[in-house]
């Protein structure tokens, strides 16, 4: 689970984990840990003044026979395409039948 702090008319925020941090640590499972393991991950977010939002994430994991760690990055920039659509499950609509 990653934090952070920002104001909150912050239109910029970066949100880190850290392996072993007591509030915001990593976690895994003995089968994602054979291979590597995630010792930090952090995410940028930008509010756009022109509506979009945009990230850059970097996630340094420690893959197995690798002395070096390894950096895994995305970044993307995000527009609304439509206005949300409710959950029909969240305002008390019908429910799916099994």
Do not use: K
């Not at 640590?25 to 994602?32: C, G, R, V």
């Amino acid at each position: 689970m990653a934090v952070g702090q920002a104001e909150p008319d912050a239109r910029e925020f970066e949100l880190v984990a850290r392996l072993g941090e007591a509030h915001a640590n990593i976690s895994s499972n003995p089968f994602l840990d054979h291979a590597f393991r995630t010792v930090e991950y952090r995410i940028r977010v930008c509010a756009n003044p022109d509506g979009t939002w945009s990230y850059d994430e970097d996630t340094v994991l420690q893959i197995r026979g690798r002395s070096e760690p390894f950096h895994h990055t995305d970044r993307n920039l995000l527009s609304r395409i439509a206005a949300p659509t409710p959950n029909p499950m969240a305002a008390g609509g019908p429910r799916a039948t099994p």
